[in-house]
């Protein structure tokens, strides 16, 4: 028997939830994934600005986009625990407050603002991050994939609006960090949004003690292993591109209105992308295509991007976007992936927790080669072996149908 079903093996009942009650939840499903990245991409943008107006020097400059992948593996750690004590909506509820905080906290023109705020909202992104499988698993059982499809769609389309719109608010405002700080007015909308389902589950709640299983005694198992290797290599390469890919570009020589287009132009890309590619997977025997198909996708993008001039910009940004629909496909893998809610909870923790902490050095080393050596050579190099690292990796984490037993 493995750590993974070391607690008896629970299916997940439950009594059919009133439809205002599926309403909401839907609804609110759809305003947290607008947030989960928006705060990210929006602060990326305006790296560049934010660092000029702040004065901030090249050490600030590489840690400040590591601070999300370092805060989700950390908080993230806490939310098996977390969602133990209050449940998976209360903490999620608690998510949402403390990133809102956070990204007005950003629109105080300092770096010591920027930096903390940068830390409490992504705290609270972490938390979210972490719980929303299980918040899937939870009310939409039976409709895991679509609704990881709808949620997954409204992450990166936030993140789109986001990183196209926040240049143009900034330049309206005078203030790239004003523009940073007004993003946390759409996460304040999530936090009331979700809001009346958190008091419909209070209310609800016939629980008298929730199961909960340690996540980290699943990292000797073979399916702990690679939905943590899977994760943490599609962490790494999204978030380096995420932060620096239109710092890249306006360094090679592009124009920072032809970046932010790329970069927009990146994001929007991976909407469709994830649809597709949940599309494929979701068929027999499709799943492994569907994860050679984005896998490949980015390594030809990081390829592309090394090699091509910066004038063919278009091609890394429209394979890099594809590329980025993993996510999806690695999100519905580990809301199946567990005998119960609090299994897919452990999972998850373990995954992105774990995942998110190595992940960091994909942003801060990423900033810190190219301060070193004046150039993305080096960086990119090292960000195209990992591509094809996760090559290997999709195809041993999709050998085996999923919920078949681990050794």
């Known amino acids: 028997m493995t750590a993974a079903t070391s607690a008896p093996p629970t299916v997940d009942t439950a009594p059919p939830k009133p439809r205002a009650a599926v309403v909401l939840a839907v609804i609110a499903l759809v305003l947290i994934g607008l947030n989960l990245r928006a705060g990210i991409t929006g602060a990326s943008a305006l790296l560049h600005d934010l660092q000029m107006v702040l004065g901030y020097g090249p050490l600030v400059a590489a840690i400040i986009p590591s601070i999300p992948t370092l805060c989700f593996a950390v908080a993230g750690a806490a939310t098996s625990w977390l969602t133990g004590r209050l449940g998976v909506e209360k903490s999620i509820l608690l998510s949402l407050a403390m990133l809102a905080a956070g990204l007005l906290v950003r629109g105080i023109p300092a770096t010591g603002a920027l930096v903390a705020g940068t830390v409490l909202g992504m705290s609270g992104l972490a938390v979210c991050n972490v719980a929303m499988p299980s918040f899937i698993r939870e009310h939409f059982a039976a409709r895991t994939s679509?609704?990881?499809?709808?949620?997954?769609?409204?992450?990166?389309?936030?993140?789109?609006?986001?990183?196209?719109?926040?240049?143009?608010?900034?330049?309206?405002?005078?203030?790239?960090?004003?523009?940073?700080?007004?993003?946390?007015?759409?996460?304040?909308?999530?936090?009331?949004?979700?809001?009346?389902?958190?008091?419909?589950?209070?209310?609800?709640?016939?629980?008298?003690?929730?199961?909960?299983?340690?996540?980290?005694?699943?990292?000797?198992?073979?399916?702990?292993?690679?939905?943590?290797?899977?994760?943490?290599?599609?962490?790494?390469?999204?978030?380096?591109?995420?932060?620096?890919?239109?710092?890249?570009?306006?360094?090679?020589?592009?124009?920072?209105?032809?970046?932010?287009?790329?970069?927009?132009?990146?994001?929007?890309?991976?909407?469709?992308?994830?649809?597709?590619?949940?599309?494929?997977?979701?068929?027999?025997?499709?799943?492994?295509?569907?994860?050679?198909?984005?896998?490949?996708?980015?390594a030809a993008g990081v390829a592309s991007l090394l090699f091509l001039p910066v004038g063919l910009a278009l091609i890394p940004a429209v394979l890099l976007g594809f590329g980025l629909g993993i996510f999806p496909l690695v999100m519905v893998m580990i809301s199946r992936s567990g005998a119960n809610t609090a299994e897919t909870t452990a999972l998850s923790t373990l995954a992105q927790s774990t995942g998110y902490l190595l992940a960091t050095a994909g942003p801060f080393g990423t900033g810190l080669l190219h301060s070193a050596t004046g150039g993305w050579t080096l960086p990119l190099g090292i960000l195209l072996a990992l591509a094809l690292v996760q090559i290997v990796v999709a195809h041993l984490i999709t050998g085996r149908p999923a919920g078949r037993k681990q050794p």
């Open 146 to 298: 679509l609704m990881t499809a709808l949620y997954t769609v409204t992450m990166t389309t936030g993140a789109t609006a986001t990183a196209v719109a926040v240049v143009p608010l900034a330049q309206a405002l005078g203030s790239p960090s004003a523009a940073v700080g007004a993003i946390g007015i759409m996460a304040l909308a999530a936090f009331l949004g979700f809001l009346p389902v958190a008091l419909h589950a209070h209310r609800n709640s016939a629980r008298a003690a929730a199961l909960r299983i340690s996540p980290w005694p699943l990292l000797r198992t073979r399916k702990g292993q690679l939905l943590t290797a899977i994760f943490t290599l599609q962490a790494l390469l999204a978030y380096a591109l995420l932060s620096w890919f239109p710092y890249m570009l306006t360094t090679m020589g592009l124009s920072a209105s032809d970046s932010g287009l790329m970069y927009g132009l990146m994001q929007l890309v991976s909407v469709p992308s994830g649809m597709i590619l949940i599309a494929i997977g979701s068929r027999p025997r499709m799943l492994r295509p569907a994860f050679y198909l984005v896998s490949v996708a980015m």
